[in-house]
């Protein structure tokens, strides 16, 4: 008798567990989705800015007749060609995981590596920003100083966005890290995946 009791409470426990982990499993696709389409967003919002700066700068070098300002409208054009083609394939790329099936431990794992990517484009949009100072304060120093000053000024503008860009979208995915890891109580996360820890 002592045996049959045992067995059905332990029956039981493992039920609760699978269900908790089910929960678990459903809640961490959710949050899995709240990244997708944070990620999305920040594409439609790069992209804009990239196809804005494309327009504007080939316009404004036509159009200016100072060389200053026709460098800087280049330039702007030739970033915003870059960030256009970042914008694209990040978009395609968070449409494509938002059709994939995934386990718990890719999802903690592409959320963090997001995050991580985010912060140290951060730091290299900082770099930009010097590098663009740099530029237009030597300019006088350089063969063709209207060129550069107004390349100095394009890249500074550009790291400014850019810092603003990569700086709101780390901290929207911070801002979700308590929930995601909330999650991970009762959840063992290995190198081959996550599951559960049965205690009976």
Known sequence: MKLIT??????????VQAQRF????AAFASLNAKRIKTNHTGMKILGAWGAAN????????????????????T?????GAVNLGIAGMGYLGARKEAKES??????????????????????LDVIYIGSGMALTSYADE????????GYG?????????????????????????????????GVCVTGNGVGVNYKF
């Open 6 to 15: 045992t067995i059905l409470l332990s029956l039981f426990a493992l039920q």
């Open 22 to 25: 089910v929960a678990d499993d």
């Open 54 to 73: 494309i327009v504007g700068g080939v316009t404004g070098a036509l159009v200016a007749t100072d060389k200053e300002w026709q460098s800087f409208h």
């Open 75 to 79: 330039m702007n054009a030739l970033w």
């Open 102 to 123: 995934m386990a718990c431990g890719t999802m903690l794992n592409r959320y963090e590596s997001g995050k991580r990517l985010f912060l140290i484009n951060a730091g």
């Open 142 to 149: 350089l063969d063709n100083p209207t060129r550069w000053r």
């Open 153 to 185: 000024k394009s890249i500074m503008m550009q790291g400014v966005f850019l810092v603003i860009f990569d700086g709101t979208m780390f901290a929207l995915h911070q801002h979700q890290n308590k929930n995601w890891y909330k999650l991970l109580e």
